[in-house]
């Protein structure tokens, strides 16, 4: 009875690691670091049907691809990007919104960059 009652302990403490080690690296937690900080981060996801967040200068943008056909290819056809918070946008100027802009069609291009912090 002593070994199952050590058994059963053992497990809670390697889930609750386990949990511990899950939050740490999830990416909502870095989407709000990097805003914080107001750097550049962009968080994709190799399922086309879910939504990405980018943030720049402290403003958290999210947005949709669209699939469709090119040249008997599937692809991204389309993006919609809208901010959170519009709010947030204050100070921001046209050039600003061209250097995210830029930098997004970067990552877009080198697949390996997706979700690091530029």
Do not use: C
Not at 57 to 65: D, L, R, Y
Request: hydrophobic share 50%; glycine share 6%.
């Amino acid at each position: 009875m002593i070994w199952l009652l050590r058994f059963v302990l053992l497990f809670f403490i390697i889930f609750l690691f386990y949990l511990g080690v899950k939050l740490l690296f999830q990416s909502s937690r870095k989407l709000e670091s990097a805003r914080k900080h107001k750097r550049f981060l962009f968080i994709d996801h190799n399922d086309v049907r879910r939504n990405f967040q980018l943030t720049y200068k402290g403003a958290v943008f999210s947005g949709e691809k669209y699939m469709g056909t090119v040249n008997n290819t599937f692809d991204v056809v389309s993006i919609s990007i809208w901010p959170e918070n519009t709010a947030s946008l204050k100070g921001m100027v046209k050039d600003d919104f061209f250097i995210w802009i830029k930098k997004y069609l970067n990552i877009i291009r080198t697949p390996k960059l997706i979700g690091k912090v530029l």
